[in-house]
Nanobody, 127 residues
Framework: VQLQASGGGLVQTGGSLRLSCAAS????????MGWFRQHPGKERDFVAG????????VYSDSVKGRFTISRDNAKNTVFLQMNSLKPEDTAIYYC?????????????????????WGQGTQVTVSS
């Protein structure tokens, strides 16, 4: 599957952004999806994940209660709604996909579990 992330931009502290990740190919609902982010000079960290059906979601502690991951399988798209943004949310955001069946919530957080990655979209939160 090929992924195309969009929706990044510049926003003030406390503002909101909605990221989108459009997938090409078939059987999108079979893919577990994740959002990761990378701060300059740091490793790519898990942000949120969602199962193929959308029934289950997982969040990092740093975004829980502020970000919401969702998907529209009819449109082959996964979303990341980001509210109450903070300067520390500034990063490049990547979406990722995998057909691997996750046995535990922790599996969503592991970069190595994902097979396909989008190109990234920059989010900048000004203070």
């Amino acid at each position: 599957v090929q992924l195309q992330a969009s929706g990044g931009g510049l926003v003030q502290t406390g503002g909101s952004l909605r990221l989108s990740c459009a997938a090409s190919g078939r059987s999108f609902s079979s893919y577990n999806m994740g959002w990761f982010r990378q701060h300059p000079g740091k490793e790519r960290d898990f942000v949120a994940g969602i199962t193929g059906s959308g029934a289950s979601t997982v969040y990092s502690d740093s975004v829980k209660g502020r970000f919401t991951i969702s998907r529209d399988n009819a449109k082959n798209t996964v979303f990341l709604q980001m509210n109450s943004l903070k300067p520390e949310d500034t990063a490049i955001y990547y979406c990722a996909a995998t057909l691997t069946r996750f046995g535990r919530s922790h599996d969503f957080t592991r970069r190595a579990m994902y097979d396909s990655w989008g190109q990234g979209t920059q989010v900048t939160v000004s203070s």
